[in-house]
């Protein structure tokens, strides 16, 4: 049973910062990529940042980079999102995800229900 549960969401102020956490089970977690992707009222879900099994490689779309951090502990099976310098366009829900290898022939994209973080003063 492939589980991913985030936490650490919150109301914090513009400038202010939160860290996120999402902690994995059910499945061979220090293999694989993880992502975090977040979706505003009325906007798309998007990808906010990757970090792949080592934790040494990361990505970040411009909306976010400079003020977002991936990190891993594989040790934990935990994936973090530290959030620094936070604006209001920022709120939404922030979702852990991860693509698996289901086998060499296959993969499926697994996500947590979300927390919700609300950037405002």
């Known amino acids: 049973q492939v589980q991913l549960v985030e936490s650490g969401g919150g109301l914090v102020q513009p400038g202010g910062s939160l860290r996120l956490s999402c902690a994995a089970s059910?499945?061979?977690?220090?293999?694989?990529?993880m992502s975090w992707y977040r979706q505003a009222p009325g906007k798309e879900r998007e990808l906010v940042a990757r970090?792949?099994?080592?934790?040494?490689?990361?990505n970040y779309p411009d909306s976010v980079k400079g003020r977002f951090t991936i990190s891993r502990d594989n040790a934990k099976n935990t994936v973090y999102l530290q959030m620094n310098s936070l604006k209001p366009e920022d709120t939404a829900v922030y979702y852990c995800?991860?693509?698996?290898?289901?086998?060499?022939?296959?993969?499926?994209?697994?996500w947590g229900k979300g927390t919700l973080v609300t950037v405002s003063s």
């Open positions: 970090i792949d099994s080592i934790g040494g490689g990361t």
């Open positions: 995800n991860t693509r698996l290898s289901r086998s060499i022939w296959s993969s499926m994209d697994y």
């Open positions: 059910g499945f061979t977690f220090s293999i694989y990529p």
